[in-house]
Nanobody, 120 residues
């Protein structure tokens, strides 16, 4: 299983960016997908997740500004980031809980990070 993330970049405060992540491989079922981020000198933290049933969860710091959306047919997840702030600057990582063909349980997979930089 591979997760391919894209969409990072540099934006001014108040601007928007959209991150995308697509999963590929021997996928039987995607149980959840989401985004985490890690700023320099800080621990990786949850940004937003969505489960296969459609429920979503957001970090308090991004609620109301970020929107996560999953596409079960495409095995993908997007993160629309609006009203960006300098404190949103971090490397963003795609994450997925995936059950592969022939297994009963889901495992965590990570994509490569994509840099998001918000200038003040």
């Amino acid at each position: 299983v591979q997760l391919q993330a894209s969409g990072g970049g540099l934006v001014q405060a108040g601007g928007s960016l959209r991150l995308s992540c697509a999963a590929s491989g021997s996928i039987a079922r995607i149980n959840a997908m989401g985004w985490y981020r890690q700023a320099p000198g800080k621990q990786r933290e949850l940004v937003a997740t969505t489960r296969s049933g459609g429920s979503t969860n957001y970090a308090v710091s991004v609620k109301g500004r970020f929107t996560i959306s999953g596409d079960n047919a495409k095995n993908s997840v997007d993160l629309q980031m609006d009203s960006l702030k300098p404190e949103d600057t971090a490397v963003y990582y795609c994450n997925a809980d995936i059950s592969t063909i022939g297994t009963l349980f889901g495992y965590d997979y990570w994509g490569q990070g994509t840099q998001v930089t918000v200038s003040s």
